[in-house]
């Protein structure tokens, strides 16, 4: 083998005073480079260096002078191979006796065991005594070969150094191919893995088959067609009839219902049946679940309730699995009530071909037509609806037989807001100038869900102001905070711009005061709220609200009270100088006058006629956007319409702020002083004022 080594010891010793052989120019190679660094470093201590220098004696003996008289070039270490070429005996130096001579006694300083510490290990491999080492698959230990033959086991530390200082040294490096374990351990895993995998297939096909996984039992994943609802057989829902405020009608059907379950005799003695279903209509927050928990308390018997939602799944036919399992349910412990919230998520109108429709949806709804009432019948199971969209349902849902009964949850009339505050403030600290009645009729439109959030909305202000009882302030802050959003306190606002709103405002509130048969100021504001930077609060008549009758006089005051703002700006600041702050009122008013002359027959060019179709259903294939069903010529009339419409409520704001500019200067200097001004106190300018009426 040739060596590219040039360390003096293997020159020396090896070759004695010839000249090193000339390396070959073949390219090393680079999974060997290993191995040349390993006989570089070490001496010749091992079995076949002693060897070589044998023959080499054999072949070529060296001068009796040379063996005996000139020491050898003092090698960088003492290995033991030789001292067998030194000879202290006067005889000459022979071929017997090398082959003669005794093995030579070698004193290792290596550590004893199998487990060697790691830095024991270190101090073997920079002294070369380190043939090979071997990492296990982890990283997290080796195995090493001595010189010696003897091996180790070394757990090694996160070292970045460690391959390194092997490499210097000369070390074999390598890496266990495959984990490192017990045959024993890979024997018994070989032999547990398919009895575990066998296993889990038993298990999941027992839970496919109604096992562990049914009703009652811990549920798994092959476990969709059955149904999520919850039961009560005893409902303790906490709420009766006596919680529910404000929804009188609704309470008096479904009162009915549940003294049909407590004294069935009472009806079926008059041939009456009980009704198979009953669905609760109304707007978002009027207590349509509410009533449903309320029907459950009262009624005592058993009770189902669940999501429509819970129905509709990835899997075609889950849903009506679901439907058939819930309604088994209901059968075992009839007479019972089941509930279905938001039933519109699953019963909207079956699709009529186009486009396609929804197999999984329409599954589910044919199945619950067929569950409330089918061939086989469904007696002693009352089913309760709840939904906010009815236009959307199913016609064959709300067939006699099925929902016999439609209870409307309309929005809470005065006497309901005032006995809702009443349920709602039950365990709130209310200071004694809260007055229910008041709140009430400033909150015209509020559902339940509405009032119970102005009452914590009210709570949480007093809190932060560190009160200890609630108080009106708390409670109108609350309102204003609700309608248009919280106060923008530390809201940059200049002289100017504060001035400008505020007569705009009052260019509002001196309109809106002096039309006739218009709603009354309730409160104005120039604090900047939301997107608005001042307000004016009116109070609507009630008997308009619940009636939605609205007269063509109250029509044009609105519009001319809109216009209000944009006018007092132009009389105080000159009309170069307005701003964009009457935006919303320009959209306000042209929606208005556009639908009087459309949809309400008050124009006279027009007549009595309604033009100007709506937009058709979406969930039943019809078009979505509105097309027109007049002629270019009819346009221009509703065009020319709308313009006089808006233009007279123009000139009749106009004059009523020429007419009374003092009232309105008055108003918007205490608005700048105080920001905010109360109904009552807005009066007082009026009367103060001696103004009058607008008549036309």
Known sequence: MASTSTNPLLSSAFFGAQSPPTPKTTRPNPRRTHQILSINKNPPASKAALAALLFSAVAQPLPQSLALDTPAPPPQSSPPVLEATKSTSPLPFSQDMLLTAPKPQTQSDLP?????????????????KVERVRFSKDGGSLQLSAVDGRRATVVVPNDPDLIDILAMNGVDISVAEGESGNGLFNFIGNLLFPIIAFGGLYFLFRQSQGGPGGP???????????????????????VSFADVAGADQAKLELQEVVDFLKNPDKYTALGAKIPKGCLLVGPPGTGKTLLARAVAGEAGVPFFSCAASEFVELFVGVGASRVR?????????????????????????R???LGGGNDEREQTINQLLTEMDGFSGN???????????????????LRPGRFDRQVTVDRPDVAGRVRILQVHSRGKALAKDVDFEKIARRTPGFTGADLQNLMNEAAILAARRDLKEISKDEISDALERIIAGPEKKNAVVSEEKKRLVAYHEAGHALVGALMPEYDPVAKISIIPRGQAGGLTFFAPSEERLESGLYSRSYLENQMAVALGGRVAEEVIFGKENVTTGASNDFMQVSRVARQMVERLGFSKKIGQVAIGGGGGNPFLGQQMSSQKDYSMATADIVDSEVRELVEKAYARATEIINTHIDILHKLAQLLIEKETVDGEEFMSLFIDGKAELYVA
């Open 112 to 128: 004893e065991g199998t487990q060697w510490r790691y830095s024991e290990f270190l101090n073997a491999v920079k002294k070369g």
């Open 379 to 397: 007696s002693g199971v009352i089913v309760l609806a709840a939904t906010n969209r009815p236009d959307v349902l199913d016609s064959a849902l």
């Open 325 to 349: 399992d819930l309604f088994e349910k209901a059968k075992s412990k009839a007479p019972c009530i089941v509930f279905i919230d938001e039933i519109d998520a699953v019963g909207r109108q």
């Open 216 to 238: 009652g039992g811990l549920g798994g994943p092959m476990d969709f067609g059955r149904s999520k609802s919850k039961f009560q057989e005893v409902p303790e829902t906490g």
């Open 351 to 353: 699709g009529a071909g």
